[in-house]
């Protein structure tokens, strides 16, 4: 099933600048490895070579945290809008 | 608790006014004490809004001089105060604008060494910082201190503000466990930002942090807002606590303060 997925500022130049896609699956895995069939190098960025999101980035299942669900292993239904949100620093500069 | 001066009835008449602020609920404002870590996109705005709202107590921490290139969104300073330090800069304007507020300065790099002493005294904390250790050292010492941290970051166009606070909810470790490597998430510097949003980020955290002040309204902990200015949108995450975090968990691992420079090789 279809399910939109909004990407951070900083992932956008793998994403021709969207800043939203749509990836296909039944588990937030299996959207992971869609969007890397169709942006090669995003699920390296988003993920330990285990399949993991990396520890500086948050995957929202739409206002739920999936760390705090099932992991990657989280089912996803239409409709559904995840949200891939990276630790970001900046303020002073 | 004192009165007011009639001055003081006249600037505040505002606020005074509003029944969830009120006399009491000014009086708090000018009894608050809060630290505002960086005097740069963020802090710009929070110091000047707070300041004008009568928080009484304003230290601001910046060991940095103002640049030409800063100004295109530290409202703060100005053409005229290029290479002043941040901190005399900020203080000079607050004081034009509001001489109830004391303004203390810090021209201080903060780290593991200093950061204990600036905390000390202060209520809040604002993170208006630009890097990840600093960032990190902020909410371990908030945590260890129990002190509220109240947190804006901004990149590009997107723009993300909650407030952690250990006590009642989730801490930047609960989100966040670790600083990412260098190299791997970039900053503003690097990004670039659209100078504006630093000013929607850093009055959102000024609001937040005359809410909590108050004690009106709904709080922001356990909640991360983003703003993505393209979009012309707002959305609200929940933040919950991590039992695994690291220092504000039950078995917290963490129980010093980290300077990350030392191994990560960032820049601050």
Known sequence: MAVKVRIPSPLMKLTNNQSEVTAEGATIADLFNNLESQFAGIKDRICEENGTPRRFINIYLNEEDIRFLEGENTAVKEGDEVSIIPAIAGGLV | ?268
Do not use: W
Not at chain 2, 18 to 37: A, N, W
């Open chain 2, 1 to 268: 608790m004192t009165d007011f001066t009639d001055e003081q009835i006249e600037r505040y008449s505002r606020h005074i006014i509003l029944p969830e602020v009120g006399g009491v609920g000014q009086m708090k404002l000018l009894d608050s004490k809060v630290l505002i870590i960086g005097a740069g996109g963020l802090g710009s705005p929070t110091a000047y809004y707070l300041a004008a709202a009568g928080v009484g107590t304003l230290g601001i921490v910046d060991f940095d001089v103002v640049d030409l290139s800063n100004l295109q969104r530290q409202i703060i300073h100005s053409t005229e105060r290029i290479g002043m330090l941040k901190t005399e800069s900020a203080k000079k304007t607050i004081q034009s604008l509001n001489p109830d507020v004391n303004v203390v300065t810090y021209n201080d790099k903060i780290s593991s060494q200093n950061i204990m002493d600036l905390f000390e005294g202060y209520d809040y904390v604002l993170d208006g910082t630009d890097n990840f250790p600093t960032r990190y050292l902020i909410n371990d010492a908030c945590v260890l201190t129990g002190k509220t941290n109240i947190h804006g970051s901004i990149f590009r166009f997107e723009g993300q503000v909650t407030i952690f606070d250990a006590k009642e909810g989730p801490c930047y470790r609960c989100l966040y466990p670790e600083p990412p490597p260098p190299g791997l998430v970039p900053n503003c510097q690097e990004g670039g930002v659209l100078g504006v949003l630093a000013g929607i980020i850093g009055n959102m955290q000024a609001v937040e942090t005359l809410k909590h002040i108050l004690g009106i309204g709904d709080s922001m902990v356990g909640k991360l807002l983003i703003y993505d200015a393209l979009k012309t949108e707002f959305r609200k995450l929940k933040l919950k606590k991590d039992k695994n975090c690291p220092i504000c968990g039950p078995n917290p691992t963490i129980k010093e303060l980290i300077d990350y420079e030392q191994f990560c090789g960032f820049s601050s």
